[in-house]
């Protein structure tokens, strides 16, 4: 009896779903809109800083960079470090892309960013000459120095939540004290790539 019991529900969900497909094809299409009247609210918040999700990803890559070139001179992150970004108009859907990110006031030296993307949104190299002027002059980024007994790589093969843990600790507490090492950055990256591979 069980393995009927189990049919009826998959052939009762079935029906509630052809049901339901029905009655929201059935419902009767709104009326045309009169000439003179309001139009329909817009669904969607307008409180949105961005225009396209180009635009959001941006803002969220460079607002990475300059949080960390903050905390590395023992300052706080303004909310919104980014204002605003702004892509210039395209005449050429393959031709490169030009941002200008507005950054908040006070926040470094320079108050706008002028990004030009000819590769996909998360080249690194785009965001190279960004990285570099957040960090401003006169604050080399430290040599790469790191403990030479661990092989971070190796490591990772073992993907238990223990291995992850302990690699994750001892790296967040070298990022404290050294947070523009590109070494550690190179490991943070690493880390996280392992550890999304054992969530697949």
Same mark, same amino acid.
């Given at each position: 009896?069980a393995?009927?019991?189990?049919?009826?529900r998959?052939?009762?969900?079935?029906?509630?779903l052809?049901?339901?497909?029905?009655?929201?094809?059935?419902r009767?299409p709104?009326?045309? !809109?009169? !000439?003179?009247a309001?139009?329909?609210p817009?669904p969607?918040?307008?409180t949105?800083r961005?225009?396209?999700?180009?635009?959001w990803?941006v803002?969220?890559?460079v607002? *990475?960079?300059g949080?960390?070139a903050?905390?590395?001179?023992?300052?706080?992150a303004?909310?919104?470090?980014v204002?605003s970004v702004?892509r210039?108009?395209?005449?050429?859907?393959?031709?490169p892309?030009?941002f200008?990110?507005?950054?908040?006031?006070g926040a470094f030296?320079?108050?706008?960013l002028?990004?030009?993307?000819d590769d996909?949104?998360?080249?690194?190299k785009?965001?190279?000459?960004v @990285?570099?002027?957040?960090?401003g002059?006169?604050r080399p980024?430290p040599? *790469?120095a790191?403990?030479?007994?661990?092989?971070?790589?190796?490591?990772?093969?073992d993907?238990r939540v223990?291995?992850l843990?302990?690699?994750n600790?001892r790296?967040?507490?070298?990022?404290?004290?050294?947070?523009?090492?590109p070494?550690?950055?190179e490991?943070? @990256?690493?880390?996280?790539?392992?550890? !999304?591979?054992?969530e697949?």
């Open positions: 009896m393995p009927r019991t189990a049919l009826s998959r052939w009762c969900a079935a029906l509630l052809v049901l339901a497909t029905t009655a929201a094809c059935r009767e709104s009326a045309p !809109a009169r !000439a003179g309001s139009p329909t817009n969607y918040p307008t949105w961005f225009h396209t999700e180009e635009e990803l803002a969220q890559t607002e *990475a960079i949080g960390i903050l905390f590395a001179s023992g300052r706080g303004p909310a919104p470090l204002v702004t210039a108009p395209l005449s050429d859907p393959l031709a892309r030009r200008t990110v507005a950054l908040s006031p030296d320079v108050s706008t002028d990004l030009p993307i996909h949104i998360w080249s690194p785009a965001y190279a000459a @990285a570099r002027r957040l960090v002059p006169g980024v040599a *790469a790191h403990n030479p007994t661990i092989d971070l790589p190796a490591a990772l093969l993907l223990e291995t843990e302990r690699e600790h790296i967040s507490q070298a990022l404290e004290k050294s947070p523009l090492n070494r550690l950055n490991e943070a @990256a690493l880390l996280l790539g392992a550890f !999304a591979l054992r697949t």
